[in-house]
């Protein structure tokens, strides 16, 4: 149980274009997700918080108009990173809690998106 | 100071060993501990959830909580190479829908 769907695995786009990753609970509800970024070798560094329905929060130094995020239902958040450049490539990951086991519950994660800007 | 800090490693052991992990944490507001691994190129998997001091076991593994000490550890018995992976450490809040904290993960490789 607790699957997280994450797609794409991998895409190259090119300078100036706009990306869209899709993250998707499987087998459970998510009122709320997180997306994370880690660059190689490093830890996980949160990005946003993505609540259904409502804008997600952004952690200090994210430009919410560059990383758009949507929650649009219970199970599918969406990160456009959009008018990408070379320095936004990286592994994007979201996670998601399941909906009703409480604030401090683990998150379950998706495998990821690398992302590499050309 | 981090809050979460983790010996990056990386952290090289024969097969069959014990393993140990660990981190400390300086905030005292994290209540609850987790421990996942990732492998290349992969998200995360959650391997331990707990939340009192103490130890907890699942299999080969085993969690150690020590909130008087702000230190918490994951010891790996009779280490296979399908071990090697990086294993990270988080903390979660009393309350609250909050994130997790990650520590910086420490790399394992176990040799055949």
């Known amino acids: 149980g607790a699957v997280v769907s994450q797609h794409p695995s991998r895409v190259i786009c090119k300078s100036g274009t706009s990306v869209k990753i899709e993250c998707r609970s499987l087998?459970?509800?998510?009122?709320?997700m997180f997306w994370y970024r880690q660059f190689p070798k490093q830890s996980l560094m949160l990005m946003a918080t993505?609540?259904?329905?409502?804008?997600?929060?952004?952690e200090q130094g994210v430009e919410k108009d560059k990383f758009l995020i949507n929650h649009a239902s219970l199970t599918l958040s969406t990160l456009t990173v959009t008018s990408a450049h070379p320095e936004d490539s990286s592994f994007y990951i979201c996670?998601?809690?399941?909906?009703?086991?409480?604030?401090?519950?683990?998150?379950?994660f998706g495998n990821g998106t690398r992302l590499t800007v050309t | 100071q981090k809050e979460v800090e983790q010996d990056p490693g990386p952290l090289s052991v024969p097969e069959g060993a014990i393993v140990s992990l660990n981190c400390t944490y300086s905030n005292s507001a994290f209540q609850y501990f987790m421990w996942y691994r990732q492998y290349s190129r992969k998200g995360p998997e959650l391997l331990m959830y707990?939340?009192?001091?103490g130890n907890k076991e699942d299999g080969r593994f085993t969690a150690q909580v020590d909130k008087s000490s702000k230190y918490i550890s994951l010891f790996i018995r009779d280490s296979q190479p399908s071990d090697s992976a990086t294993y990270l450490c988080?903390?979660?809040?009393?309350?609250?829908?909050?994130?997790?904290?990650f520590g910086k993960g420490t790399r394992l490789s176990v040799i055949a």
């Open positions: 993505s609540n259904e329905g409502s804008k997600a929060t952004y």
């Open positions: 996670s998601a809690r399941i909906t009703g086991t409480g604030g401090n519950s683990p998150l379950h």
């Open positions: 087998d459970f509800q998510a009122t709320t």
């Open positions: 988080a903390m979660s809040y009393s309350s609250g829908n909050t994130p997790l904290v």
């Open positions: 707990t939340y009192s001091s």
